[in-house]
């Protein structure tokens, strides 16, 4: 098993920035992906990035060039640097981990852009 605790949401006027934080502790060990998801009110999870362990990354183009996902693998702990936020990026955002064919969640934490 892994768990997943995130931390950083809140509430931030556009064109401010947010960093979240997701600590994974259990059965880290071959962890192959770490990312986030987001959840608006009435719409699907969607990916919004995530990175490989051994480097590689890919972002929801809706981020592209605002948000930056980092690994520390010495700390176990992924981050999300969300910059120029907009009203539009409000939403539950989850921290996700795949381990083999297994996919594990945090519990999630709100970030809320106003206008």
């Known amino acids: 098993q892994v768990q997943l605790v995130e931390s950083g949401g809140g509430l931030v006027q556009a064109g401010g920035s947010l960093r979240l934080s997701c600590v994974a502790s259990?059965?880290?060990?071959?962890?192959?992906?770490m990312g986030w998801y987001r959840q608006a009110p009435g719409k699907q999870r969607e990916l919004v990035a995530r990175v490989t362990s051994v480097g590689e990354t890919n972002y929801a183009d809706s981020v592209k060039g605002r948000f930056t996902i980092s690994r520390d693998n010495a700390k176990n702990t992924v981050y999300l640097q969300m910059n120029s936020l907009k009203p539009e990026d409000t939403a539950f955002y989850y921290c996700h981990a795949r381990r083999y064919w297994s996919d594990y969640w945090g519990q999630g934490t709100q970030v809320t852009v106003s206008a």
């Open positions: 259990g059965s880290i060990r071959d962890i192959n992906a």
